[in-house]
């Protein structure tokens, strides 16, 4: 790669970060210029709705690199600074001051932005949403002790500021659709553990429930009115119905997109081969599972970037990771590997009602294609050789806390 060659990164967020820290690694000594949208340094996500609404770190913690890894790795951080327009034609990319910037690589790492609903009140103070750190700090101002918190959706982010508010001293209402909280992530025998863990720490779960309104009182959040009539009263409302990726400049570019997501390959290239994609965005064709993955998972914008970056300098290189996440909320810590859109049965190991067990997700042909490790910890990576394997299990084995996970697959 010519010393004079430029490389852009859209995306100020732990992807982008990583992408310019691989890059200076794999000694790429062209130009850099990060373009982050925030005026924040980058940092990583999981913590906003974590260790910082608990109290236990604050931004500095969960910063990428400080400022002056910037000057001396030589990379063009431009922070608050938008990418409204790309041109693969001419190689450039606009910015919102109308100038322009040329490169010979560009790599999109946009992440996502909190989805809304087009609900009366949706706009009115005190309705909150949780994707930046500015608005995490926001929340964590209102969710002070004897206040009143109702949360609009029972994924990961509603269930963790749930978990953080009652550990506040709040009183939380979470009102959720689906008839389980994480339904369409876990299914069924491990959702359930998700709603008893929370209405055993004092959560008002309220499901298969539809919200009619935000009601306001002088434009200011009351609570909610629900389907059925009912209503709950709260000092502040979170928004929490998932994410929407911010595939926008792909799409103004003509990448060819799909569900959402931005289609690459498996060295995270675009249709353009001088684009690339990482994080939330990708859609990226997954070599073992042999179909195409998008998960908005901390651990795809921590080790996505490495291999963009070698794919970028023209060295074979592909990404397959098995999708992973984790979660903390009041004592439960949980880790998920693999993945299981589809399955036959879940095996468990362990205490189910104790929350200290293993769960397995089988295909129909008896094959493990993911599992959660619950307080159980060092298995994640036996879990992993499961997956690997692609061999049928026993499940009566797998089930039995007297056969070592490791002696399962030989």
Avoid at 87 to 97: E, F, K, Q, W
Wanted: glycine residues 10%; contains cysteine; negative net charge.
């Amino acid at each position: 790669m010519p010393r004079s060659s430029t490389f852009v990164i859209v995306g100020g967020g732990l992807a982008g970060a990583k992408a310019a820290e691989a890059l200076r690694d794999n000694d790429f000594d062209g130009r850099i210029i990060l373009f982050a949208q925030e005026d924040h340094l980058p940092y990583e996500r999981p913590p906003l709705s974590k260790e910082f609404l608990a109290g236990k770190k604050s931004l500095t913690d969960f910063t990428v690199h400080a400022a002056d890894w910037y000057r001396d790795q030589d990379v063009d951080l431009r922070l608050g600074t938008r990418v409204p327009a790309l041109d693969p034609a001419s190689h450039t990319v606009a910015l919102s001051d109308r100038s322009t910037e040329r490169y010979d690589k560009i790599l999109l790492a946009t992440g996502c932005s909190s989805r809304r609903l087009p609900l009366p009140g949706s706009d009115a103070a005190g309705v909150a949403y949780l994707r930046t750190f500015d608005e995490a700090l926001a929340l964590k101002q209102a969710l002070r002790e004897g206040s009143s918190l109702a949360v609009i959706g029972a994924g990961w982010i509603g269930l963790e500021v749930a978990a953080g508010a009652r550990a506040h001293g709040v009183d939380v209402t979470v009102v959720e659709s689906a008839a389980l909280p994480l339904l369409a992530a876990l299914g069924r025998e491990a959702a359930e553990v998700f709603a008893k863990l929370h209405r055993d720490h004092g959560v008002d779960l309220r499901l298969n429930a539809a919200v009619e309104e935000i009601v306001t009182d002088h434009g200011a959040a009351t609570g909610l009115r629900l389907g059925d009539g009912s209503t709950v009263a709260a000092d502040t409302v979170l928004v929490a119905v998932g994410a929407a990726p911010n595939i926008q400049l792909a799409e103004q570019a003509g990448l060819d997109t799909a569900d959402g997501g931005v289609l690459v390959d498996s060295s995270l290239c675009c249709s353009d081969r001088d684009i690339f994609a990482v994080g939330d965005i990708a859609a990226a064709k997954h070599p073992f599972f042999g179909t195409r993955i998008r998960t908005e998972h901390w651990a795809n914008a921590l080790k996505q970037p490495a291999v963009a970056a070698a794919a970028m300098l023209g060295r074979p290189a592909q990404y397959d990771e098995l999708p992973y996440f984790f979660t903390d909320q009041y004592d439960l810590g949980m880790e998920y590997v693999g993945y299981a859109p589809s399955y036959e049965k879940v095996v468990f190991r362990g205490d189910v009602d104790g929350r200290e067990f293993v769960a397995f997700w089988l295909d129909g042909h008896g094959r493990v294609r993911a599992g959660m490790n619950v307080n159980v910890w060092d298995v994640i990576d036996d879990v992993k050789t499961l997956i690997r394997s692609k061999s049928p299990v026993d499940p009566g084995r797998l089930a039995d806390d007297n056969v070592l996970l490791g002696d399962i697959v030989s």
